[in-house]
């Protein structure tokens, strides 16, 4: 049998929307897959040494809140300074409360299993974003490089 | 209750994890031998007949008991 291949292009770089990248690659890896996740613009949040993720509600009318808040809770009050850390903190609460892996911890079990990790270099340079900030073992490329696996690939998401 | 040769406690993980766990748990194992996991997602109970499935490994027992998941997964 030989090795399925699963592609991911991650573009989001919020805590909500790391979740499905990682979670699909560790899981797909322990499955027995190769993996390849390409990171582009916001996504490349998600390598950084010290990622700093946030969760807004803002724009986000799916977003549960504790109280009934996104019934009742005015939108423009959402956009009031700290709410987004307040938010941030509550999720991550929450999530360790319910055993959800953090997103480090989640991401190490990616690298462990040899999930491929590339980095947009034209993010890197449109951002001036510092190569030191990522993490290591994280490659660096184009388009082509993606497709070089993609169309190889059995799965292929954009996240 | 079945022998096995050991012992995962996934319990207050959730998904991915216990999958995760168990893998890098069969990954010590030799072939034959049999892994026992505790969980206690929910979800545990089709991923664990998933991950059999794709992997090969033969899922032996699967079964809850007060509000526990018990699984027995052997090693191809």
New interface residues.
């Given amino acids: 049998m030989s090795e399925k291949k699963l592609a991911i292009i991650a573009t989001k770089g919020t805590l909500d929307w790391a979740y499905p990248p990682f979670i699909l690659a560790s899981t797909a890896a322990a499955l027995g897959y190769e993996v390849q996740i390409f990171f582009t613009f916001y996504g490349l949040q998600l390598v950084r040494k010290q990622p700093d993720l946030k969760v807004s509600s803002l724009g986000n009318p799916g977003m549960p809140m504790p109280m009934g808040m996104d019934k009742w809770f005015p939108v423009l009050f959402q956009a009031l300074p700290g709410m987004e850390s307040m938010m941030t903190a509550m999720m991550k609460q929450k999530m360790k409360a319910k055993g959800v892996a953090s997103i480090e911890e989640l991401r190490n079990l990616c690298l462990e299993a040899d999930v491929k990790m590339i980095a947009c270099q034209m993010t890197v340079d449109l951002f001036d974003m510092n190569p030191s900030d990522f993490i290591d073992g994280l490659e660096y490329g184009g388009a082509a490089t993606f497709f070089e696996f993609a169309g190889e690939s059995d799965i292929c998401l954009y996240i | 209750m079945a022998t096995f040769d050991q012992e995962l406690d996934a319990t207050?993980?959730?998904?991915?994890?216990p999958?995760?766990r168990a893998?890098k748990a069969l990954a010590t194992l030799q072939s034959g031998q049999v892994l026992h996991i505790i969980a206690?997602?929910p979800g545990s109970v089709k991923d664990f007949e998933a991950?059999a499935k794709?992997?090969g490994n033969q899922l032996l027992e699967s079964r809850e008991e007060g509000g526990k998941f018990y699984f027995l997964i052997k090693k191809s």
């Fill in positions: 207050g993980l959730n998904c991915p994890l999958i995760l893998k206690t997602d991950f794709q992997t």
